[in-house]
């Protein structure tokens, strides 16, 4: 948003690390001493087979990168949201 530089479009403000989202499930279901379950279903066909997060711009345009690890940020986020008021 404060870059010098004009550009139009997003920025991937993500992480480099690829992380399949069974993988993704595990450790919240872990983070969250979860007794859920996974399930698996077929595909939409129109879904992605393997997304590779790309960072580049954001490091290239807004020398930014992530200094945050995965597990570190879905801490947080669970945390945040137990402590929501909407949170049962």
């Known amino acids: ?3 010098k530089e004009s550009r139009v479009g997003p ?3 993500g992480s480099g690390e ?3 989202l069974y993988k993704l499930a595990e450790r919240i ?6 007794s ?3 399930t698996f279903h077929p595909s939409p066909s129109s879904s ?7 960072i580049t711009l954001a490091r290239d345009l807004l020398a930014w990168e992530p200094h945050v690890g995965l597990d570190e940020g ?3 986020t669970i ?3 137990l402590r929501s008021p909407v949170n049962p």
Not at 29 to 34: A, E, G, M
């Open 1 to 3: 948003m404060e870059s």
């Open 11 to 13: 920025v991937n403000l």
């Open 18 to 20: 690829v992380v399949s």
């Open 29 to 34: 279901i872990n983070l969250t001493n979860s």
């Open 36 to 38: 859920s379950e996974l």
């Open 48 to 54: 992605a087979k393997a997304l590779v997060p790309d």
């Open 74 to 76: 879905l801490t947080a």
């Open 79 to 81: 945390q945040n949201f």
